[in-house]
């Protein structure tokens, strides 16, 4: 199975938010020259959220909620793939896999992909307009997202950049409005137990 988009950030961390891409230009960016004490915006109230130690962080885009999370922190790239019911969104990528630790990945993301049933549930996402935008917590472009959104054919998905940073930090889909169930699961690989594969699944709920 082909991936539909990958998300890249600028390190090796990668923190995802995803929510209803009608309410992309509702984000607040936190502006570069804001100190410690003046740090405000999405980007600030998910690291608090994140701070607290849990899996995900609830964020409000405007009058669309969201979730913020990071899958792991080697690659700095996350996969999003169509599976029945949604999206998986999976860390590390295969690219990753085939360069540092080559083994049956037919067999591991086959099982990953086929997985959402397993995995835990961590919330429900609300997508009135059916598009999702899943972007790189610091991209600088996110309100692109609302535009591509609504010149998005069905069932289409587009990355895009910020131009600022290599690759894409961001990714419109049409996955059709209705209630999403987010969770999360992982798979260490046959080959040894301390290498693990994570994805976040967002399907119907």
Do not use: N
């Amino acid at each position: 199975m082909q991936p539909i988009g990958t998300l890249v950030s600028s390190t090796a961390s990668l923190t995802l938010v995803v929510f209803d891409a009608a309410a992309a230009t509702d984000w607040i960016p936190t502006k570069p020259a804001a100190t410690k004490a003046q740090f405000t915006g999405h980007p600030a109230e998910v690291m608090r959220g994140l701070g607290k130690g849990e899996e995900v962080a609830a964020v409000d885009v405007g009058a669309s909620s969201g979730f913020a999370f990071e899958l792991e922190g080697k690659s700095g790239q996350v996969e999003v793939y169509r599976i029945a019911g949604g999206l998986a969104l999976v860390a590390p990528p295969r690219a990753w896999w085939e360069a540092h630790h080559p083994g049956d990945l037919d067999a591991l993301f086959g099982e990953l992909l086929d997985a959402s049933d397993d995995a835990s549930e961590l919330g429900e996402l609300e997508l009135g307009s059916g598009k999702l935008a899943a972007v790189y917590l610091w991209h600088k472009k996110v309100g692109a997202a609302q535009a591509l959104a609504a010149a998005l054919a069905p069932d289409a998905a587009q990355t895009f950049g910020d131009g600022y940073s290599e690759g894409d930090g961001g990714l419109v889909v049409d996955v059709g409005p209705g209630a999403y169930r987010l969770a999360r699961h992982e798979l260490a690989a046959p080959w040894a137990d301390d290498q693990v594969v994570v994805a976040m699944y967002l399907t119907r709920g």
